[in-house]
């Protein structure tokens, strides 16, 4: 019953960060995305996306178009289905209790006070050819990317809320979903942390290498992220004591 209530929960938020994502234009229009690129450009001496092209190939491309759209996903769900039949025990919850305040902070707050369309969508929504040459890499190797952008984009022009619908870049949702899952990892066993880091860093990677987001939308979010991670290590910490009541590590009641 435990497991049923959290999964429950999870659907409705993740239900209700869709509704918030997909009217983010409509409380804070996109504004933001010059800035975006011009940081990225300021940190990196040149638009990250040319960094990460510069090692392209066929097998790499593969790679990140399956971490990033398949699975990220398996990961995600499977990190929030085994917390919830694990969810009696601290450090389980913990991990629910971050996540929740990662999709609130990170997709919904941050997302709709630095609203951006990301790369990807900077020529359509500002205009020019800025990133002409990014979609034309990607175009040529990964155009599932491609395929799913025009979905987003008519869903956006139709004004007509779908599945997976709703454009938003800073932060990066799936970043910092993976730097969560790095760090629950990495306090459930050393070597699954190691491959949980790694993972978040190749999704980070392949965030601007796909052109769905600025480098900087991945700082930003492992940022924030870290900061979640610390403010909820009390949950972790507190204890049952001898009565039966919650007592927190140094034996008081919180």
Known sequence: MRAALVVAVFILLL??????KVNIPDIVPFYSDKALADLDELLHGQAPW???HAFDSDTLALLIGTAYSKIWFLEWFGMVFFAALCSNQLVHLRYLTALALVTMV????LATLFSSVGP???????GGDRYAELLKVVRQHNELALQYSHYLLASYKADMPALGSGISAMPSMHVAIATLNAFYLARLNRWLGAAGWAFAIFILFGSF????????DGYIAMLVVA???????GI?????GASG???DASGRQP
Do not use: M, P, S
């Open 227 to 233: 900061v979640i991670w610390r403010r909820t290590a």
């Open 236 to 240: 972790a910490e507190i204890k049952i």
């Open 106 to 109: 990170v997709g919904t707050l």
């Open 50 to 52: 040319q960094i990460a």
């Open 120 to 126: 990807i969508f900077y020529d359509e929504f500002l």
């Open 15 to 20: 239900a209700a960060y869709t509704t918030c």
């Open 209 to 216: 290498y796909t052109g769905w987001h600025y480098a900087v």
């Open 245 to 247: 009541t919650t007592v």
